[in-house]
């Protein structure tokens, strides 16, 4: 039965099946790891931030605590949903530098380069945008989470009768998510900061399921996860 799996079916010798299902093994693996960066990037960033704080007695209020976490969660929402990194110090500023050197980069003497809470001051709709994209895209993933498990991709339209909790029913805008069955596949729609109904999305099914993405955001800001099941999720 094993040798049907894949093309490992279509090699004869036993040991070149085996190692095939060894190869494919591998790449299940490498494709885990790269699925769970953004979750592991997030907590990379507050982990550096609650330890930096703490190890150096920083005393912040808590409007400041709250401007540096929308800052970093900013950021990377910024990377992960325009596909650029924000360019707050740069790549000479931080050459060479690894670890904490490189977090604490000091700003370059000419003031072409910013730090991150500076750019932030500057830009506080910017970042609080893709903060706010960041937190929605967390919850979406929840959500499909949820419907896998629950198996209601077909019967819920949005999140609400989904028995998990009300705070991860929501998108950052306070709007239940909308459900599009794609296939195997089941999408989780954030009507964005305009808050559109599901009949109002920008997005159709059909231009979800052509995206090789299982996270972005479409016109107005609108974000999209997409859940797979397990059992499809390295085909």
Not at 199 to 228: H, Y
Request: with cysteine.
């Amino acid at each position: 039965m094993l040798g049907k799996i894949g093309n490992c079916g279509k090699i004869g010798p036993v040991l070149a099946r085996r190692e095939c299902l060894q190869m494919m093994t591998k790449k299940k693996i490498a494709a885990s790891v790269v699925a769970g960066l953004g979750a592991v990037l997030i907590g990379f960033v507050l982990f550096a931030y609650f330890g930096f704080t703490r190890n150096f007695h920083i005393a912040l209020t808590d409007q400041q605590a709250s401007d540096i976490e929308t800052a970093l969660k900013g950021s990377l929402g910024e990377a992960i949903f325009s596909g650029r990194r924000a360019q707050v110090v740069s790549d000479s500023a931080i050459e060479g530098k690894t670890g904490l050197d490189a977090l604490l980069a000091p700003v370059s003497s000419d003031n072409k380069d910013q730090g991150l809470i500076e750019a932030y001051r500057k830009d506080p709709q910017r970042f609080k945008r893709y903060a706010q994209m960041l937190d929605t895209a967390t919850n979406a993933k929840q959500v499909g989470d949820a419907i896998l498990h629950e198996n209601t991709a077909h019967s819920a339209r949005t999140s609400e009768s989904l028995t998990i909790k009300a705070n991860l029913k929501v998108d950052a805008w306070g709007k239940p998510f909308c459900i599009i069955p794609v296939g195997e596949r089941v999408a989780v729609v954030s009507g964005g900061p305009s808050r559109l109904s599901c009949d109002a999305l920008p997005l159709t099914p059909e231009q979800i399921a052509k995206s090789n993405r299982t996270m972005f955001a479409g016109p107005s800001d609108v974000v999209v996860v997409i859940a797979v099941p397990s059992q499809h999720s390295f085909n």
